[in-house]
């Protein structure tokens, strides 16, 4: 799988995180005129504003986490790619992790038992499926 297509499937759009830091920046900057607004007397006014600025802080950092794991349960594991080598005359057979250039029928190494050339006679993708996860409810 090439790069290309991994990010793509890991990629957040950038509106929805402009979206998040803009909510994110006025809940802060409601805050500070809260502050302000209860130095000045105005305890209605600030208590509305500290409502509003917890609220929009609480929400643009629970969506930014979503939105982040989101993107860890998205990635795409590759799996390992496995390449069988077997020896003509004897049989002896050999596993190893697949290498660049490899292809089936290729003569590789010579056999550890008879030193004859061994062939590589299976490339193959091993599949290994994750646990499920229990509901929580």
């Known amino acids: 799988m090439s790069r290309a297509t991994q990010s793509v499937a890991t990629k957040v ?40 600025g917890f609220v929009g802080v609480a929400s643009s950092t629970y969506v930014l986490f979503q939105t982040r794991k989101r993107i860890m349960r998205l990635r795409i594991e590759t799996q390992p790619i496995t390449t069988t080598i077997e020896c003509k005359k004897c049989g002896f057979k050999s596993v190893r992790e697949f290498q660049r250039g490899d292809y089936i029928f290729k003569e590789v190494e010579t056999c550890q038992k008879c030193n004859e050339k061994m062939l590589i006679t299976a490339i193959y993708r091993e599949v290994r499926e994750k646990g499920k996860e229990a509901f929580p409810y």
């Open 13 to 52: 759009s950038s509106v929805v995180l402009l979206i998040i830091f803009v909510t994110l920046a006025l809940s802060l900057s409601a805050l500070i005129l809260a502050i302000q607004a209860y130095s000045y007397g105005n305890d209605v006014v600030a208590a509305y504003l500290i409502l509003l």
